[in-house]
């Protein structure tokens, strides 16, 4: 038997304790290696587990011990509670997002099955939108009329083909295409690689992230959170200058006028010129003109990361640079314009005409129980003031009373912004189960703890990024310990409620695999394509499909006819409110680490330290300001929390920006985190009305040197003290 993994870094052989790359990866990751420490990590959960004061009614989850209980009592355990909160206060008392990104898989994704699971039994609270996108997601069909987040990107090719000038706009896509809701095929490498060769490329970024290194090219560093006031201005420029597309604007935008009597000053006497931007953002006048008359006078593409939409007013962000796309009137020629799904998740590759897989979803039969909805990152505001309301998009939404919380494949902490605000929230909660390979954080912090069966421990199926490869996951190694798949530990909660049918047809994995696969067998041979066997196809662990064709080459905004630059009665107007006025002096910018997936891998032996700390990265003149070098113990704080970094001192990263990366575990010490969970300083606050979503990256801290001792040991990678039970 080949022991091929499919996962989110990536495919990969794991034979005889070494790691070899899936031949049809174009560019594979080093985050394949991480497999060997980290499927026997001694950080696995070993058996099912409850909080030892859960069994009290204590609900102080903080630095508690844990009884090792037998999967039936786990099951039973866990059927009770949700029992008696179903009957005593209905769905809306049952959280189960179960955010997102642990496992793979159409069958057994530890996600998916959650939802299913609680929509078979009854319903429960889910959230609208994501982390990720959460404010593009629910402002962009006001500015485009239709989803236009995650569909299909422009083709890379087609950038390649007709752009001249593509700008990278707080976007690090050879870090955040490293991994992939599907298998990641890696071939956007090869594109950018010609697109740095080829074309003029300009970075826009608070730092020269790791892509604009790797691509050799410029980068603008402004000052954080001042994206929209650079647009802004280059706006008010091409306009006073004459120089902007009128007949795109007159043709296919609706609201300029509004939003350039803003620019203009007419309303509140600003110009919002290039010097107006100048100070603010700390690019000078000259940049931001030659950058504009740039994208304006070339064929050009402006390629907009996610960050900048994770912050105050991130619909407007997005919406100040799509403004600019307008003016310069690229939008809707072949290749050029804008596009948001470039920057992440190795989109743009090659498109033939695929079929796609059937997850168990669409393969047994949605399943819809009685929800209930809040946005997405709102969780601790809903548990902190239950009844109260908030808004999405154009609904108001009140918030329900929640008492359990299930979990899979998300870890709160690293998600949520506010660490300390979570501690408190979640403790509001009777009861948290929790289903996790890894003794996390959260895990550490729930009352029923289970293990799961990572990849190489179950069965399951996949596909690659580009659709044309088909994975067959399963087991090549026993499952750790007494560990079991999600899917088993979903059918045997809803065997509890004599519900199993309904969950899964009383399949089991391999049979639900089988059938993804023949499903999608059959819809090829329609196409004249022949597949192989199901026998073969798990023998050889993949099936490459032949003979597909390309599709037509794709510019996502061809056929646009009118682009309204007004979201929900608003214009892009900048704004210093709340974080932005903050009394701390340094903005902290949390982006996606080239070393993690979130808090995932962490806890490998491609961890990144520095003096054996989560890296905090800092100007040169800052470090010299405040006495600090590399190496040095360093203490970043604001109201929120506060936390210990090893400091990497560079130069080219904005003087008044630091850098540490999403997704450190949480190892609380009193207030202090003394691993660097970015977290416990990111502020919660809502990006604006229309999403409500989460702004992780406006942030503003302080730091110091460290004066105190570290003489306490970083036992985040420990297991909590677990009493053993005779199983
Ligand atoms: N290796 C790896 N890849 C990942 C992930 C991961 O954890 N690890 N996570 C995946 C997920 S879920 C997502 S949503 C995406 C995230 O994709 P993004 O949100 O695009 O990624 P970030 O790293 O948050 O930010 C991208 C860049 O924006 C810069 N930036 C931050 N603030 C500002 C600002 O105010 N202005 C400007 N101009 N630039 C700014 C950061 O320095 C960074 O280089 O990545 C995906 N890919
Ligand atoms: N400060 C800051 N915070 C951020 C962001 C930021 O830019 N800055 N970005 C945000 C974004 S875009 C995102 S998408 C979120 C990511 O937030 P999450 O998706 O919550 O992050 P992960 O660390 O990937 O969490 C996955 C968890 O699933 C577990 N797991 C792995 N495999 C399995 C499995 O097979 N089954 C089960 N049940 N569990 C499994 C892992 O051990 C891990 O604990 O973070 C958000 N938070
Ligand atoms: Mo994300």
């Given at each position: 038997m080949k022991k091929l993994i499919a996962s989110r870094v990536g495919a990969f052989y794991y034979e005889n304790n070494k790691i070899t790359p899936f031949e049809y990866d174009e560019a594979p990751t080093e985050l394949i290696q991480n497999y060997k420490s980290r499927i026997n990590h001694s950080s696995?959960?070993?058996?099912?587990?409850?909080?030892?004061?859960?069994?009290?009614?204590?609900?102080?989850?903080?630095?508690?011990?844990?009884?090792?209980?037998?999967?039936?009592?786990?099951?039973?355990?866990?059927?009770?509670?949700?029992?008696?909160?179903?009957?005593?206060?209905?769905?809306?008392?049952?959280?189960a997002e179960s955010y997102e990104w642990g496992g793979v898989g159409k069958i057994g994704w530890g996600r998916m099955l959650i939802h299913r699971l609680i929509n078979t039994l009854?319903?429960?609270?889910?959230?609208?939108?994501?982390?990720?996108?959460?404010?593009?997601?629910?402002?962009?069909?006001?500015?485009?009329?239709?989803?236009?987040?995650?569909?299909?990107?422009?083709?890379?090719?087609?950038?390649?083909?007709?752009?001249?000038?593509?700008?990278?706009?707080?976007?690090?896509?050879?870090?955040?295409?490293?991994?992939?809701?599907?298998?990641?095929?890696?071939?956007?490498?090869?594109?950018?690689?010609?697109?740095?060769?080829?074309?003029?490329?300009?970075?826009?970024?608070?730092?020269?992230?790791?892509?604009?290194?790797?691509?050799?090219?410029?980068?603008?560093?402004?000052?954080?959170?001042?994206d929209m006031a650079m647009a802004i201005a280059m706006c008010n420029y091409l306009y006073v200058n004459n120089l902007y597309d009128k007949e795109f604007i007159a043709n296919h935008t609706t609201g300029f006028d509004e939003f350039r009597d803003y620019f203009l000053g007419k309303v509140d006497g600003i110009n919002k010129d290039l010097a107006?931007?100048?100070?603010?953002?700390?690019?000078?006048?000259?940049?931001?003109?030659?950058?504009?008359?740039?994208?304006?006078?070339?064929?050009?593409?402006?390629?907009?990361?996610?960050?900048?939409?994770?912050?105050?007013?991130?619909?407007?962000?997005?919406?100040?640079?799509?403004?600019?796309?307008?003016?310069?009137?690229?939008i809707s020629k072949d290749g050029l314009g804008i596009e948001f799904n470039l920057s992440s998740g190795c989109k743009g590759e090659s498109a033939k005409n695929t079929e796609s897989l059937k997850n168990i979803n669409s393969l047994l039969g949605e399943i819809k129980g009685q929800n209930h909805y809040i946005p997405s990152s709102r969780l601790n505001e809903c548990l902190l003031n239950p009844n109260s309301t908030t808004t999405y998009k154009d609904e108001l939404i009140k918030y329900p009373d929640i008492k359990l919380m299930i979990n899979a494949c998300g870890a709160y902490f690293t998600h949520q912004p506010d660490s300390n605000e979570s501690l408190k929230a979640l403790n509001k909660l009777d009861c948290i189960i929790t289903l996790e390979p890894f003794w996390t954080s959260l895990a550490k912090f729930s009352d029923i703890v289970l293990p799961v069966a990572i990849e190489g421990e179950r069965y399951d199926i996949e596909q690659s990024t580009n659709k044309e490869i088909l994975f067959a996951l399963k087991p090549i190694k026993e499952p750790f310990y007494n560990a079991l798949s999600d899917f088993t530990i979903c059918k045997e909660i809803a065997k509890r409620f004599n519900k199993s049918y309904e969950f899964c047809k009383d399949l089991d994995?391999?049979?639900?695999?089988?059938?993804?696969?023949?499903?999608?067998?059959?819809?090829?041979?329609?196409?004249?394509?022949?597949?192989?066997?199901?026998?073969?196809?798990?023998?050889?662990?993949?099936?490459?499909?032949?003979?597909?064709?390309?599709?037509?080459?794709?510019?996502?905004?061809?056929?646009?006819?009118?682009?309204?630059?007004?979201?929900?009665?608003?214009?892009?107007?900048?704004?210093?409110?709340?974080?932005?006025?903050?009394?701390?002096?340094?903005?902290?910018?949390?982006?996606?680490?080239?070393?993690?997936?979130?808090?995932?891998?962490?806890?490998?032996?491609?961890?990144?330290?520095?003096?054996?700390?989560?890296?905090?990265?800092?100007?040169?003149?800052?470090?010299?300001?405040?006495?600090?070098?590399?190496?040095?113990?360093?203490?970043?704080?604001?109201?929120?929390?506060?936390?210990?970094?090893?400091?990497?001192?560079?130069?080219?990263?904005?003087?008044?920006?630091?850098l540490i990366f999403q997704g450190a575990w949480w190892d609380k010490c009193d207030n202090m985190c003394i691993n660097g969970n970015v977290n416990v300083l990111t502020c919660a606050n809502p990006s604006s009305s229309v999403s409500n979503s989460n702004t992780a990256h406006t942030c503003k801290v302080d730091l110091e040197k460290f004066q105190g001792n570290l003489n306490q040991e970083i036992r985040v990678f420990k297991e909590p003290k677990i009493i053993k039970k005779p199983l």
């Open positions: 696995r959960i070993k058996n099912p587990c409850v909080r030892k004061g859960f069994l009290n009614g204590d609900k102080n989850r903080f630095n508690d011990e844990f009884v090792e209980i037998s999967w039936d009592e786990a099951f039973d355990l866990i059927a009770k509670n949700l029992k008696h909160y179903y009957e005593k206060y209905g769905s809306s008392s049952i959280y009854g319903g429960g609270v889910f959230e609208l939108g994501d982390y990720s996108t959460g404010s593009a997601i629910a402002a962009m069909p006001y500015v485009f009329g239709t989803p236009t987040v995650y569909e299909r990107a422009t083709d890379f090719k087609e950038i390649i083909r007709n752009a001249k000038v593509v700008v990278f706009w707080g976007a690090n896509p050879f870090v955040t295409s490293k991994i992939a809701h599907d298998i990641p095929m890696h071939e956007h490498e090869k594109y950018l690689k010609e697109i740095a060769k080829s074309k003029e490329v300009i970075f826009i970024d608070v730092r020269v992230n790791e892509s604009a290194k790797a691509m050799n090219a410029k980068t603008l560093i402004p000052n954080s959170n001042s107006w931007a100048s100070d603010i953002c700390g690019i000078s006048e000259v940049e931001l003109k030659n950058l504009a008359l740039k994208l304006k006078n070339n064929p050009s593409n402006i390629l907009l990361g996610r960050s900048i939409q994770r912050q105050l007013n991130g619909e407007f962000n997005y919406l100040a640079i799509i403004c600019l796309a307008c003016m310069c009137g690229h994995e391999l049979e639900l695999v089988k059938m993804a696969y023949l499903d999608i067998a059959k819809r090829y041979e329609a196409k004249g394509i022949c597949l192989s066997s199901f026998d073969e196809f798990l023998e050889r662990g993949y099936e490459k499909v032949q003979g597909l064709s390309e599709l037509e080459p794709y510019t996502r905004f061809k056929n646009i006819s009118k682009i309204n630059l007004i979201i929900k009665g608003k214009i892009a107007k900048y704004e210093i409110k709340d974080e932005l006025a903050s009394k701390y002096p340094l903005f902290l910018i949390s982006a996606h680490s080239p070393y993690r997936l979130h808090s995932q891998l962490h806890n490998s032996d491609i961890r990144d330290s520095e003096n054996n700390l989560e890296p905090v990265y800092l100007h040169t003149d800052l470090a010299k300001q405040k006495g600090i070098k590399t190496g040095d113990i360093i203490r970043v704080f604001n109201d929120r929390g506060e936390l210990l970094a090893g400091a990497r001192v560079i130069d080219d990263i904005n003087p008044k920006s630091i």
